[in-house]
């Protein structure tokens, strides 16, 4: 039977996910690009627990469990070692959350991603520290609750994307469980490319976001739909954007289904809704200029 | 010199690959999906969406491993012939 993505599962059941995680999906397409000539770097974070408690492993690849500051380090010396053993072939990927990405390990990808290291980086972005209960992270936006910003987060969520290219690495995309082909293709292309490569995948989260477990897909296109997670990527300097809806959809529709943004006021949305507007202009000046 | 253990008596630090399948996550299950297979239109959405891979492909239509599957919703939710539907699942 032809399939428009790859059969072959290297995630097996019985892991430990909350129902309807958004990460493990994205872990499957992502294997599915990579293939099993793969290892995996994991900090603290929620797939510390869902890849399984010793002796056990949710995955068919190796999986090194790294401390939260220094992810891409502990991958340097994977690939070193690697190379030492002279196996090119193996792809050597971090597998960290935004608390990892955004606040805790940036000193370690950033170094890694300016000596331009031969690793994939990919940061699964639920927008809080999830896996110890819902605290506010660099990458939460304004406005959501969290545990610790119990009336509402009150800065914007950081531009980690600017911050990746101001490193000039080799490949940078986003990517969302709700486009498996283009997500798979994504995976498969940076395998094949040489030095830091980066991928920022939408990772919806049921009891963090607080919604129905059922909707994580739906919240996983609306995101992309409505300009919130553009879909796009940047290979050697080049732009594109791989899907531009003739016109956005309202972010109320996004945000309607989430109770962590209850607590937002009309004002607020608005404010809200301008800077994805003004964000998804800035993408289509780009995409018209390349 | 003494001799090296072969490495399946060596502590087990290292883990067995696709270990997890002895944990049968059912049991943390609520709801239960029902396929009505008349319907299905075979578009395997089910499949690629399943966030626990439980969902199979023995043929051109999907079927779901009970065994695994934690209720979550997501195909019932994505299927757009709509031929899932989530039932309360039986008293243990």
Redesign the interface.
Known sequence: ?K?S?P?E?????????C????S??AM?YALKGLGRRTIIVVPACCWTVIS?A??????????LHAPFASAAATACGVKAGLQARGDEETTVMVWAGDGSTYDIGLQSWSGAAERGEDMLYVCYDNEAYMNTGVQRSGATPMGVWTMTTPDGNRRPKKDLDALLEAHHISYAATAS?AY?EDFVRKFAKARAIKGFRFIRVFSPC?PGWKY???????LARLAVLTGVFPLYEIEAGAFRLNLAPAKLKPLAEYLAPQGRYKGLDPEALAREQGSVTERWQRLLARKAAS | MPRLEPPQRLPRIISSPGSTTFNRTSSWRNLVPRIDLALCTGCLLCWKFCPEACVGLPGPKPEIGMDYCKGCGVCAQECPAECISMDQEAEA
């Open positions: 039977m399939t993505i059969q599962e290297l995630l097996r059941s019985g892991h430990q996910a129902q309807g995680c958004a493990t999906v499957r399984g010793a002796p056990n492993s949710s995955l068919d690849v190796p999986l469980i498996p049921p129905d477990p059922d909707k994580t897909v739906d």
